[in-house]
Nanobody, 123 residues
Framework: QVHLVESGGGSVPSGGSLRLSCAAD???????VGWFRQVPGKEREWVAA???????TSADSVKGRFTISLTSSKDTLYLQMNSLKPDDTAMYFC??????????????????WGQGTQVTVSS
């Protein structure tokens, strides 16, 4: 079994920063590794990903503020979040995709998910 465990969530003021971590054996994901977020009543939203070629992409809503990275040992995935805004408040999930050839920007590209960590940004 593949397990992904997020940590680093919390409550921060607007403009603050957080770094989320996800521990897993990411070497097994030949397709994608990435981050999603979800608020009640809305669909899970893609945030950022790294594809099989090591290329990083991110959603327009977080571009310039969030940075995804993977350790060289491929055991920790990070999401550095800066200049946080109240609308960044969500449950954040790390995810991996074992399906090769995906663009890594949709939930269907991923088939392993962490339990989520809550991020709350106050005004």
């Amino acid at each position: 079994q593949v397990h992904l465990v997020e940590s680093g969530g919390g409550s921060v003021p607007s403009g603050g920063s957080l770094r989320l971590s996800c521990a897993a054996d990411f070497s097994v994901f030949v397709g994608c590794v990435g981050w999603f977020r979800q608020v009640p009543g809305k669909e899970r939203e893609w945030v950022a990903a790294i594809d099989r070629y090591g290329r990083s992409t991110s959603a327009d809503s977080v571009k310039g503020r969030f940075t995804i990275s993977l350790t060289s040992s491929k055991d920790t995935l990070y999401l550095q979040m800066n200049s946080l805004k109240p609308d960044d408040t969500a449950m954040y999930f790390c995810a991996g995709g074992s399906i090769a050839g995906r663009w890594c920007d949709r939930a269907d590209d991923f088939n392993y998910w962490g339990q989520g960590t809550q991020v709350t940004v106050s005004s």
